[in-house]
């Protein structure tokens, strides 16, 4: 019977992408691992493989069609032995509404919080990809090859009672052959475990995106149809707009600002920077690289603040892995330094270029943009003074970093000029107290105006 290939979700928060080019035409040989297309996500650009082997038989989706939902059918692979007639017996293709079932908007949204914040939860948890679930949503796709299902299906085994020996614990058609010649096939007991599962998913795991309580209007509706010039929103923007939209309604903003004094950090790098080697091994430290590795230090100096926030548990973090925000053309994403506290201020200035220029050319992979547990955004190289982030789950605070300015400053009595640099930490209050967030700030701004502390 003939295979659909599906939409992979290549990333966690993605839920359609951009079908950019197909590596494979119809009647080419497919083997386990072939490379078949390229797919555009939210943040990156990822190769697509196979996991069957095969005849491709028919591409159902254009190569260069945007919006193609996670689990929509884009292709048809052929067994053994079955011919180009055999694409008119596949499945028929689900359409993108039956997967994507939206959230409705509080009735009494405006005067019933706790319900609205339940609507927001429940859309939080759909954000989580279903490879990731210990429960597929439709019970049977999430951890089994097409043709481990097939195989299963046939002969009455139930693939929730296996472990796979695949990637990421995906049943494969040799455990299949496996349980085959350990267990007898019981249908009717499978059935009704399948069943069973089916009944016991939750159902935000079926949600895919959330319906604002109290939405706006459409800004359409405001002005004339020739005063403006409708730009369509990318998967990127797109993401960052729900994504944001349900951080902010969420998770408990406050801010703490401070005031550093830079003159120290600005003469400690102009000497280091002067002292770069000419030609192999060449760096240009940046204020942003200084502010990563202090923030790092007070990481691991205060860990209450490095941790992210569960309902059952605090994640209290093992390293400083911190996140940079990096503005494209495009919209933000946000790589990664990992491990940044072990790491000293040229690797951590190189890594934050290899990550920003991978990053303009969507060629980051999801393990350097997904997790940590703290970002920063510095807004300083355009003259911001000062400004607020707003928290990206699962980090517990971002680093809103301004412009390093001449100030006229007071000390010991005394008026001088200082180069001062304003920071604001925007602060999830579920996971840091405002005392803690306190002494967060006060660390870091010890490092910052004692730039060799940081060597100690």
Not at 5 to 11: F, Q, T, V
Not at 60 to 88: R, S
Not at 123 to 132: F, G, L, M, Q, T
Not at 244 to 254: E, M
């Amino acid at each position: 019977m003939p295979t659909q290939i599906l939409m992979p979700a290549l990333s966690p928060t993605m839920e359609e992408g951009k079908l950019a080019k197909w590596l494979v035409k119809e009647g080419d040989e497919i083997h386990s691992g072939d490379v078949l297309a390229e797919i555009e996500t939210d943040k990156a650009t990822m190769e697509f493989e196979a996991v069957d082997e095969g005849r491709m038989g028919k591409l159902l989706v254009a190569e260069g069609t945007e919006g193609v939902k996670v689990n929509q059918p884009i292709a048809i692979l052929l067994g053994e032995d079955e011919d180009a007639a055999a694409v008119e017996k596949a499945p028929e293709k689900r359409s993108g509404k039956e997967s994507e079932p939206a959230i409705s908007a509080p009735k009494h949204a405006a005067g019933d919080i706790s319900a609205a914040m339940s609507s927001i939860r429940n859309a939080v948890a759909a954000e989580v990809p279903e490879h990731r679930t210990s429960q597929a949503a439709d019970g049977e796709r999430v951890f089994a090859t097409p043709l481990a299902r097939r195989l299963a299906q046939s002969s009455g085994i139930d693939l929730s009672a296996l472990h796979g020996s695949g990637p990421r614990g995906r049943i494969v058609k040799a455990d299949i052959e496996a349980a085959q010649t350990t267990k007898p096939a019981s249908p009717k007991k499978d059935a009704a475990k399948a069943e069973a599962a089916r009944s016991a998913t939750p159902a935000a795991a079926t949600v895919s995106a959330p319906a604002a309580p109290g939405a706006l209007p459409d800004a359409r509706l405001y002005f004339q149809s020739g005063d403006y010039e409708e730009i369509p929103h990318d998967s990127m923007r797109r993401t960052i707009a729900r994504r944001l939209t349900i951080a902010k309604a969420a998770v408990p903003h406050f801010y703490l600002t401070v005031d550093c004094r830079i003159d120290e950090l600005l003469s400690l790098r102009a000497r280091l920077n002067a002292a770069s080697p000419k030609d192999k091994g060449a760096f240009k430290l940046s204020v942003n690289d200084f502010v990563v590795k202090a923030s790092a230090l007070a990481l691991i100096r205060v860990p209450a603040v490095n941790a992210s926030w569960t309902e059952t548990a605090m994640l209290r973090h093992h390293h400083a892995d911190i996140g940079i925000a990096v503005a494209l053309d495009f919209g933000l994403i946000t790589p990664i330094v990992f491990r940044a506290e072990e790491k000293g201020l040229v690797a951590i200035s190189n890594e934050v270029k290899s990550l920003a220029e991978r990053a303009r050319t969507k060629k980051l992979k999801p393990n350097e943009y997904e997790g940590g547990g703290f970002s920063i955004s510095n807004l300083g190289m355009f003259g911001i003074k000062n400004f607020t982030g707003v928290i990206n789950p699962p980090h517990a605070a971002i680093l809103a970093v301004g412009v390093g300015e001449e100030r006229v400053i007071v000390r010991q009595g005394k008026m001088e000029v200082a180069q001062m640099m304003t920071v604001t930490m925007s602060c999830d209050h579920r996971v840091i107290d405002g005392a803690t967030g306190a002494k967060f700030l006060q660390v870091f701004k010890q490092f910052v105006e004692d730039p060799a502390a940081m060597l100690l």
